[in-house]
């Protein structure tokens, strides 16, 4: 049983699509509680009754604070980490779980696909580099593994409560709250992380490059409650949101059909 961090602070839109995608594709039975935080908006998603919702809107600052103040108390030893600009696909608990329990030295797991992680608008870089040892297995196709060592994952996965435990907290950037994760994980290179393989079709709402979701990206950039970042390339990624976007349509033909 893990327990889930929702991190649902403004973008209602984002929330209300990746909220309904996190109801339907999780396997609930594994789920010991979700918490959500808002960090100090006004609106706290529910769950329905689905799990026990641990529902917290106090000012934590930051998604690496409130990272920091859960591991400050009981809880799961294993936990998902998933931001309200995720849309995660179905059975990805399931794999990402299974992996984790079938490799108990596995610290931090990682469940942004490599097409979902574009680079920082600040670098000059035109894509992300790629692990050696990702490279390798997806182009080997050996999957066996569960997963390919990294330095550091992003904000979205799966982590073991016993990796921060005696170690210093994070740090939050001082700017945003944002950052901060990576370079606890840089700094201690003795824990072992590593991203999914093969890789999970989820995608991030921020990084669309099309309607509506591109321009509530700018609006949201604008009113300062989201980083700008660089787009997926449509020809190159549409893959990873193909399905979500064939659920959208059927969903909507169904209830066109039934009205």
């Not at 010991?32 to 809107?57: E, H, I, K, Q, T």
């Not at 799966?158 to 944002?178: C, D, I, T």
């Not at 970042?229 to 976007?245: C, G, H, Q, R, V």
Request: charged share 20%; glycine share 8%; aromatic share 10%.
């Amino acid at each position: 049983m893990i327990d889930i961090l929702y991190l649902a602070k403004g973008r209602p839109e984002f929330t209300a699509a990746s909220l309904a995608a996190l109801k339907a594709n999780t396997d609930w039975s594994k789920v010991r509680a979700v918490w959500v935080f808002a960090d100090g908006a006004d609106d706290l998603p529910s769950f329905g009754g689905l799990v026990n919702c641990v529902r917290d809107g106090r000012v934590h600052g930051g998604p690496v604070a409130i990272m920091n103040h859960y591991l400050s108390g009981p809880g799961a030893e294993i936990f998902a980490k998933v931001d309200n600009d995720c849309i995660v696909p179905p059975g990805w608990l399931d794999q990402s779980l299974a992996v984790m329990e079938a490799h108990p030295e596995l610290d931090l797991l990682g469940i942004e696909p490599p097409a979902s992680r574009t680079p920082a608008p600040w670098t000059s870089k035109a894509t992300v580099p790629v692990s050696p040892e990702l490279r390798e297995y997806c182009l080997a196709g050996n999957w066996d593994r569960g997963y390919a060592p990294c330095d550091s994952i992003g904000g979205i996965g799966l982590m073991r409560r016993s990796a921060f435990r005696n170690r210093r907290p994070m740090e939050p950037h001082a700017q945003n709250g944002v950052g901060g994760f990576t370079d606890w994980q840089l700094h201690f290179a003795d824990v072992c992380k590593g991203w999914i393989v093969p890789p999970l079709k989820c995608f991030l709402l921020d990084r669309l490059p099309f309607e509506p979701w591109a321009s509530l990206s700018k609006k949201y950039i604008a009113e300062g409650i989201q980083r700008a970042w660089t787009n997926y390339p449509e020809s190159a990624a549409s893959e990873l949101w193909e399905w979500w976007l064939n659920k959208q349509k059927q969903q909507k033909q169904q209830q066109a059909a039934s009205s």
